[in-house]
């Protein structure tokens, strides 16, 4: 049986896209661009299918659908800049089934100039078909934000950008039926500079108080308390948190496409940003120094492994790098997440603490890194010997704070 949408790539953009679709009563076939990570649970998994979702079996089943959004990864690559071959091999053989009157749509995250002289010339090449004429071909920014339970792609608005009017009209329609609103952009260029904004506004405040917080430490000042004053501001002010780095599958691009113009105030916030593993382990060292213990032997508890709270996604996650760290100091390390069950670092398996309280009482130093909302922080506090709080997240005196 035909179905009404085809999402190409099934990872953390394209399935909340197909889970979104199959809610609002579309016919969704999913095809992967390979090994993705699904966040699905089996009972998301089985409403889905449920509901109308399925995989395809054939790239053929492709070509027997009105609409085809492409939301293959770009990875950062070697040399910095977005990876782009999946969202390559998506096209080519998307193009190798395409049909006329088919409205194609890229969500990936890339540079702006990407859809119209990266994705056109492959989907005209390989089908035969024009864009603007026989095919709509638009790019609309993904805005998908895992765990937000109060802004869902029901109540998102959606970006659009088309090739031509009607290409942005033909994207229009079709998410006009998953999102209460629309918001039309002059053209491709400028939709794939909206996520690029997005994407790096994100990424430069986070880096801001991030710096803000090195300084409130160095200056005895409470950060928390300064951020909570500040946010009662009424307008000019958007509260950020500090943390232990950032993570996510939202890459900062430092160059505006392919002008080589750098956006320096993203590379800054990149540096910034990337420096916060070593910030962490700075405090962890000196605070066991300062309770009469070296980090070298030190039995030190990570809690909370994955890049946000309440998912199981490790994309990016700084624990990775705190705990590499950790090793290389000397310490013995451990974990615990609800959402992990087995978590290895330098090709070695993590010991996971069974027992939370009892791990903690028995660690030299517990760093909460993640802050799960199974967390009884206030019961946490009294139990460790040593609590390092990277998230803020501890009643103000029961633990010491990024």
């Not at 517990?366 to 909302?373: S, V, W, Y």
Request: with cysteine; proline share 8%; hydrophobic share 40%.
């Amino acid at each position: 049986m035909p179905a009404d949408l085809a999402v190409i790539g099934l990872g953390p953009y394209g399935l909340p896209l197909a889970q979104a679709a199959v809610a609002a009563g579309i016919s969704t076939l999913g095809y992967r661009t390979g090994p993705e990570p699904g966040s699905l649970s089996p009972a998301e998994l089985r409403r889905m299918l449920s509901g109308g979702f399925r995989h395809a079996t054939s790239p053929a089943e492709l070509g027997r659908v009105r609409t085809v959004v492409i939301c293959a990864p770009t990875p950062r690559g070697a040399d910095g800049a977005l990876d782009l071959s999946q969202v390559e091999g998506a096209a080519r053989t998307l193009a190798a089934h395409l049909r006329p009157h088919t409205t194609v749509i890229l969500e990936s995250p890339v540079p702006p100039g990407t859809t119209e002289d990266f994705l056109r010339p492959l989907i005209e090449e390989g089908s035969g078909l024009r864009a603007g004429r026989d095919v709509h071909l638009a790019y609309s920014p993904s805005r998908v934000d895992p765990g937000n339970r109060d802004h869902t792609p029901a109540n998102t608005p959606k970006v659009i950008g088309g090739l031509t009017p009607a290409c942005t009209e033909s994207a229009a329609a079709f998410y006009s039926r998953l999102t209460d609103k629309v918001v039309r952009a002059r053209g491709p260029r400028e939709a794939e500079t909206v996520q690029l904004l997005e994407t790096n506004f994100r990424h430069v405040n986070i880096a801001l108080v991030n710096e803000m917080a090195v300084l409130c430490h160095d200056l005895g000042v409470d950060l928390w308390d300064v951020i909570r004053c500040a946010e009662t501001k009424p307008f000019g002010f958007h509260a950020f948190r500090p943390g232990p780095g950032v993570g996510g599958h939202a890459v900062p691009q430092d160059q505006a496409g392919r002008t080589g113009r750098t956006l320096r105030m993203v590379e800054l916030a990149q540096q910034v940003n990337s420096r916060m593993p070593r910030y962490v382990i700075q405090r962890a060292a000196a605070l066991l120094n300062e309770h009469g213990k070296s980090a070298r032997g030190a039995r030190v508890l990570l809690l909370g492994v994955t890049y946000k709270a309440d998912l199981a996604d490790q994309q990016a996650t700084p624990a990775q790098e705190i705990a590499t760290r950790l090793l290389e100091l000397g310490a013995s390390i451990s974990y615990h997440d609800p959402h992990i069950p087995s978590w290895s670092v330098l090709d070695r398996p993590v010991p996971r603490a069974d027992s939370l309280y009892e791990a903690a009482a028995d660690a030299d130093l517990t760093i909460l890194l993640q802050q799960h909302r199974t967390y009884d922080l206030q019961g946490l506090s009294v139990k460790a010997q040593l609590l390092l709080d990277t998230r803020g997240a501890t009643p103000t005196g029961a633990a010491h704070r990024l």
